[in-house]
């Protein structure tokens, strides 16, 4: 009994700190040009539920996006523990490194496509099973409990950023849990959000600065701040599906 | 029933108490031994999450409120988490080295290849902690540059090993 009671407290001191920690960041800013201040996302208590309240989101500055650099894929891929097995043509991607060329002026524009995290996700609406679905924060997820490998959602995907897991995995990460015959993208990091983080691998990792995690719901976060100075796109805006994921310099 | 049948009857009953109880006392003893008597690592904390006996019948259950609550809510308290039951169950044994899925001393197999109940939990989920991956000087995740690691190593069904 003595036992429980002392783990039981240690746990109250564990939150206490998470939560502390969690306020002392939040409260720590961060001016990184004028009119822009960078507000730390605060930790959500871990044993309360995501809401609507938040709408994660990612915005990507195809101008800073340099010629050749793939950062932001291998620090997915390091993240999520995705390693090459057969080579591309097989192998999960959730970052494609994209190159725009526009035919006529020949000018060429970068840009890493992940799953966007759209508000109405086609992917969802043709999943037969539940299994595709998005968060009450707009985090669209596959449970790889009850999927069964259809890969109508890939179908679905204007983005093609669905994957589908052929080979047996070994060596899966307990962040991110993984295997043969399910479907799997980009979670935007689903296990850094919850814990707090404030960044994705892929926007931690690209030193050009291309990538911006936030939250769209915030009027306050950088994020939001960005997209009203400067704009941002969807891809495929005329599809209605209110991507998370927006894009400037396109 | 005559009286001659009530010996055999008793006789019988008896002979399957015992075994019970023996099964019972060989298998089950404790979660510090797994089916052959070998020792299994023992567990890093106090005490568990609930008593042995809520757990042994009912893990399965919590498991899986758990991971519901986990993956669509973004609930992710450390009490009934698989990921948690690893940290604290899968320890390294007297040779430094943590036993994978597929060993006998692993903590889940060890008692699921007893029950004859397979076990699919780690054909994603990690079967250990995450600080015995193996990891660069420099904190990257290496296995990618890991040949060995490419290979698809054959799956084996727990409950069908050494058959
Ligand atoms: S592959 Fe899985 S997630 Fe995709 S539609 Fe089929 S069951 Fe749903």
């Known amino acids: 009994m003595s036992s429980k009671t002392n783990s039981s407290s240690n746990k109250i001191d564990q939150y206490r700190r998470r939560l502390l920690g969690g306020s002392a960041a939040a409260v720590a800013g961060l001016t990184l040009a004028p009119g822009l201040i960078l507000n730390t996302v605060q930790a959500k208590p871990a044993d309360q539920a995501v809401s609507n309240k938040n709408r994660w989101g990612l915005l990507i500055d195809t101008k800073k996006c340099a010629d050749g650099c793939t950062d932001c894929v291998t620090a997915c891929n390091t993240e999520h523990g995705l390693r090459e097995i057969h080579g591309p043509a097989t192998d999960a991607q959730w970052i494609r490194n994209v190159t725009l060329k526009n035919k006529s002026t020949g000018h060429t524009v970068n840009m890493p496509v992940m799953c966007q995290h759209c508000e109405n996700p086609p992917c969802v609406d043709v999943c037969p099973t539940g299994a595709s679905f998005k968060r009450d924060d707009g985090i669209v997820l596959v449970d790889k409990h009850i999927c069964i490998g259809c890969r109508y959602c890939m179908m679905a995907c204007p983005y093609k950023a669905r994957n589908f897991i052929h080979e047996v995995l070994t060596d899966q990460l307990p962040v991110a849990p993984r295997g043969k015959g399910t479907v799997e993208a980009c979670t935007l990091c689903v296990h850094k959000v919850d814990n707090g983080d404030g960044t994705t691998a892929c926007a931690d990792a690209c030193k050009h600065g291309a990538i911006t995690f936030g939250d769209l719901n915030d009027k306050n976060s950088l994020i939001s701040k960005k997209l009203e100075m400067t704009g941002g796109r969807q891809l495929r805006a005329e599809l209605g599906l209110n991507t998370g994921v927006r894009y400037q310099g396109l | ?163």
């Open chain 2, 1 to 163: 029933m005559n009286s001659r049948q009530l010996p055999k009857l008793l006789l019988t009953s008896a002979l399957l108490l015992w075994s019970i109880a023996s099964f019972a006392a060989s298998d089950f003893s404790g979660p510090d031994r797994d089916a052959g008597g070998n020792i299994v690592p023992t567990p890093k904390g106090e005490s568990c999450v609930a008593p042995t006996a809520d757990i042994r019948a009912n893990h399965m259950d919590y498991l899986k409120h758990k991971r519901n609550e986990t993956m669509r809510k973004g609930i992710r308290t450390e009490k009934n988490s698989l990921v948690e039951c690893i940290n604290c169950h899968v320890t390294p044994g007297e040779d430094g080295k943590v036993a994978r899925i597929n060993d006998d001393q692993h903590f889940c197999s060890s008692c699921h290849r007893v029950a004859s109940v397979t076990l699919d939990c780690f054909e994603c989920h990690a079967d250990r902690p995450v600080e015995y991956f193996s990891r660069s000087p420099a904190g990257h995740d290496v296995f990618a540059l890991n040949p060995a690691l490419k290979t698809n190593t054959p799956h084996v069904v727990m409950n069908r090993k050494g058959q």
